[in-house]
C-alpha cells in the first residue's frame, strides 16, 4: 500500500476529511454557534429578552409558585437562577411518569412566561452539536465522537504532512488560483488555530469519557451495576434517599442558600432542585456556579427539607476537578465577553479549514476527474456545498420559521417547536438537492440564498418584535442586537462570497496558465 | 474598563509581536516593501527583531494575566496569539501597505541598515 | 489486474477496521486496565479510573495513527491481538 510514512498520512488525512468533513463541519458550525446559544435564545424566544433584574430572587416565593403548579406525585422540581446571560428563571419539574415539563418564570413579577414553543439555542442547536438529535442507542454522540477522533487524526498528520510549517506560518495569497489561495486558507487556519482546534475536540471527548468508555471503571471497580453507581457516586456525587410516603413540609429555601453560601466561603448556588416534594424525607439540592471560574465545579450540598439540617456535602477531587476544568474549557459557562468572542473567532476558523479543505481537495482533482469521466469530483462537490452553504441556509430558515411562525400554532399535530426543526431540515435536504443538480452554479447561488436569508431574519425580527438594531441597543438589549448585527455581517461576507465565487468561475472560462491575478480584482486601494 | 484597556494593550503588543516575525520572513519583507525601496535586512536584525517579538509575546502574556488573573489570563493569551496571527496573515494579504510604517521603523532603529 | 485491485481494497477495508474498531477495544481494554493498575498503586479509585480515561483517547489517537502508518495489515491485527490479549490478562490479575 503507502510506501512511506508521509504517504500514508496524505492518504489518511485525504480520505479522512472528504469522508467526515461533512460531519465534521455540521459539528464545528452548530458548536461555534453554541457558544452564543443563550443570545440566540433571547432573540428567538421575545418574550425572555428582559432587561437584567435588579432585586435578588427569593426562592421561597418560587417555592409557593412550586407548590401550586407541581403535580402531587412529582419526583423533583428545579429552578435554575437568572444569570447574566440568561435573564429569566427557569422553572422545571419531573412528573410522576419522569416526564419534565420547564417553564420560564419573570424574575420581577415571578409570572410564568408564556410558552414560547421554541427550542432555541440551548434546546436545539447546542445539542445537534453533541449528539446531532440522534437518539436511538446515543447513535448521534458516537458519530460525534467519531469525528471528534478524526478530527484530532487529522490535525496531526496535517502537522506532518505540512512541509513548510514555519515558512508559511503567515501565507495567504488570496489573488493566486482557487487551488493555491483555498490551500494557504487551510494551512493558516490549521496551523494558527492548531492548539484551538486540538483542545477542543480532545475537551469535547473529554466531557463525555463516561460514555465512550463506559467500561473504563470495570478493572478498578468490577462490572455490576453496584460497581457502576459506586464509581458515580465517588466521582461526580450522589446522594438519594427514598420517600417516606407520608406527608413533609419545607423550610425556608432562602435560609438554605445563605447557608451552602456561608459553606462555600461566599460561592453561591446556581440552580435549587427539591427532590420529593411535599414528602417527609423531601431533600433540597444546591450546587455552586462556576460563572466566575473556567473549572465546571461539582460542589453540592444537600439540606433536609423540613429542618434545613445539612444531609451531605460533595467537592469533586482532584483529577475529576482536572476533568471539570478541561470541560470548562470547552463549555465556557464562564462570564468573560472577550474570551467568549474569541471563542466564536476561533470555532469560525475551524469552519474555514474545513471548507477550504474541501474546496482545496476538489480543485486539484477537479481537471483529472473531468478527463477520466471520474463521478469523485462531482459528488464530493455536492456534499461539500450540503454540508457548507447548506447548513448555513438551513439555519437561517430555522430562525426565520421561528420568526414567521405563530406563537400557538401546530400543524398535522406537530408542535410549533418541531415544526422549526422541520424547516432547517426541509432546507438542509433541498440545500443538497440543489447543490447536486446545479453544479456548476450551486456555490453562487447558495452564497446568495444565505444573504437573502440573513437579511429576511433581520427585518422578520424587526417587524414581529418591534426590536430593530438602534432599538435593542437603546434598550441595552445586546444579545438582540449581537444577534442581528452577526445575520448582518453574514449577508455581507455572503455577498463577498457570491461575487468572488463569480469572478473565479469568470477566470475558469479562460485556459489555466501560471498562477496570475484575477482579472477585474480590485488591487490593494 | 482596566481590563479592557489591558486586553487592548495586550492584543497590540501581540499584534506588533507577530508582525516583527512576519517581516524577518523573506517573502513578507518583500510583499510589504515592494515599492518603498528599502534595503534587505542584515541577520542581526532580523536576529534583533525575532527577539523583540518573543519579548512582545511573553508581555503580552503578562498584559493578559494582570488584567483577567492566572487562569483566564492564560487561557486569553493563548486565544489571542491565534486571533493577532491571523490578524497580521491577513494584513499581509490584503493591506501590507498598513505595514510601512513598522518596516520603515524597524530598520531604522540605531542606524541599523 | 483486477484481482489486485480487490485485494488493495479488501486490505483497506482490514485496516480501516483494524485501525477504527480494533484500536478502540484495545483501548478500552488499556483504559480498564490502567484504572485498576493505578488503584492498586495507592491512587483513589474513581481517580485512577477518571485518569485512564482522559488519557485513553490520546491513547487512542495514537493507535489510530500507527495503525494508518504501519506498513502490513497483518502486521496492526496481530498486534492488535497481542496487545489485546495482554492487557486482557493484566485487567484479569488487577481486578
Partial sequence: MERSFGKSMVWLHSWAGVVLGGLLFAVFWMGTLSVFDREIDRWMMPQTRLAPGTQSISLDRIARTANATVPAQARQWRVDLPTERVPVLRFSYQDSGGDIIARQLDPETYAFIPNQGTKAGTGFIFPFHYSLHLKWQDLGKWLVGLAAMTMLALLVSGVIIHKKIFAQFFTFRPNKRLQRSSLDLHNLTGVIGLPFHFAIALSGLIIFMTLYFPQAHWGAYGSSKQANKAFTAEAYGRFARPKANTRGTLASLDAMVHRAEREWAGGQPYFVRVWHPGDANSYVELRRSYARDITMNMDQIYFDAASGKVLHRFEAAPVMTLQRFISGLHFIQFEHWALRWLYFLAGLSGCVMIATGFIFWLEARRAQHAKKGLAGVRLVEGLTIGSVTGIMSATLSFFIANRLLPLSISFAGVERAELEMWAFYLMWIAAFAHAWLRPGRAWREQASIIAGLSVLAVLLNWLTTGDHIAHALATRRWAVAGMDLMLLATAMLAVAAARRLGQRAREFAAPIGPSVPVRGERKHG | MADALLTAAAFAVTYFAFTLLALAQEQHWSGVTRDLQLPQPSAAALRRWRGLAGTGLALGCALCVLGNGPSFGALLWVLLLGACAMAVAFTLAWKPQWLHGIARCALRRRGQI | ?95
Avoid: I, P, Q
Fill in chain 3, 1 to 95: 489486474m483486477n484481482c489486485k485491485l480487490s485485494f488493495d481494497r479488501f486490505a483497506r477495508l482490514l485496516r480501516l477496521l483494524g485501525a477504527v474498531f480494533g484500536g478502540y477495544a484495545l483501548t478500552a481494554l488499556t483504559v480498564a486496565s490502567a484504572g485498576a493498575v493505578m488503584a492498586r498503586l495507592g491512587m483513589a479509585r474513581s481517580e485512577a479510573v477518571v485518569l485512564a480515561a482522559m488519557l485513553g483517547f490520546v491513547v487512542y489517537l495514537t493507535l489510530l495513527l500507527w495503525a494508518f502508518s504501519v506498513r502490513n495489515v497483518a502486521r496492526l491485527w496481530v498486534a492488535l491481538a497481542a496487545g489485546g490479549a495482554a492487557m486482557a490478562v493484566l485487567l484479569h490479575f488487577v481486578s
